[in-house]
């Protein structure tokens, strides 16, 4: 081999190594992956209430604002319940208001009807007391006449004996007949003072009658005054009761407001709009539609918050860290690249986040390098026209140093 051949060769050799140590050199402390994509929420917008779809007020791949009217569904069934709910809420204000109304007339009716009890057994027992005052007077009347009774009876008996001897004196005409008269007027006037005497016992044997029956009607009336005070001592309980209700008819407005604030958001969710600024995808409603509660209709995509989810290697975390600088090349639109940095690393690897993960206790185990997804975000006004799409591939580049 000829001196010049030996010295290309040799030559070529420190070119290629040359530029194989500025590639590393280049190179040192950056770590690739191509296993990432764009990513971003999805949002699926479902039907609060159910209904008949009148309007749909997007399409397919529309960009929406805040607020915009997304579908309309049939509202009068919903006006309907509003406007029931919103009776039942006055007719339960308005026994409410009776209730409330009713526990000061309870507590003043009851107060009363407990006084007015307490005083018909004071003046019942008032009664009684004079009734047995009375029982004893007539007893004592009674105790007086007869034994004037005995003593007139005796008084005309003996003029009455009188009048028998003098007759036979008369008779005889041992004595004037003006003092034999004088004995008979005097034993007539005994016997009408006797028989007044039997008449005065009699009507106080009456009157102790009469006395026994207002004492036993006396009676009555202080059992029967005794029965409405025990009636109105349940008054407490009774003024309870009536409070009760009170808070029983409190509780059912406040039920009846709850429910009217259900219809009112029943009637405004026949109205669907965007929750936030995006593009609507995935349309599946028509207007003629029944849908149900809860029913999916479309989703909507938010492109102006989306992020890399890059899936690295395990042996390339080494390095990496949060804030580190990042070149993303997207593969769409000629390789068009965007910056940003480092936001978190996923506490897991993939395959932890997947439907089965791998169950490495088995006996055929094969290590295999697993990837742990490391979240990027691109920095402000680098997408200012939304061309990231969720899903897209890209390239990002860490700069670890």
Known sequence: MSSSRVRIIAAAAVVIL????????LTRGRESTDDAQVDAYVT??????????????????????????????????????????RAELANAEAEAKAADAN????????????????????????????????????????????????????????????????KGLLAKDEIPQQQFDTAVAQA????????????????????????????????????????ELRTTSTAPEQVAISRARAASAAARVKQAEASVKQAELNLEYTTVKAPFKGIVSRKSVQPGQVIQQGQPMMTIIPIDQVWITANFKETQLEDMRPGQMVKVDVDAYGGRSFNGKVESIAAATGARFSLLPPENASGNFVKVVQRVPVKIVLDAGQDSEHLLRPGMSVTPTVYTR
């Not at 040359?18 to 050199?25: D, E, S």
């Open 18 to 25: 040359l530029i194989v140590g500025v590639w590393m050199w």
């Open 44 to 85: 699926p917008i479902a039907a609060r209430v159910g209904g008949t779809v009148l309007r749909v007020g997007v399409g397919d791949n529309q960009h929406v604002d805040v607020g915009a009217v997304l579908v309309e569904i049939d509202k009068r069934d919903y006006e309907v319940a509003l406007e029931r709910a």
């Open 103 to 166: 526990v000061p007339i309870s507590t003043t009716s009851t107060e009363n009807n407990v006084a007015a009890a307490k005083g018909g057994v004071e003046r019942a027992r008032a009664g009684v007391i004079e009734a047995e005052h009375g029982l004893e007077a007539a007893k004592a009347r009674l105790t007086t006449a007869q034994a004037r009774k005995r003593e007139l009876d005796a008084t005309a008996a003996k003029d009455a004996r009188d009048v028998e001897r003098l």
């Open 188 to 227: 007539e006037s005994s016997r009408a003072a006797a028989d007044s005497a039997t008449s005065q016992v009699r009507e106080a044997e009456a009157a102790i009658r009469g006395a026994e029956s207002r004492l036993s009607s006396a009676h009555g009336g202080e059992a029967v005054a005794a029965a």
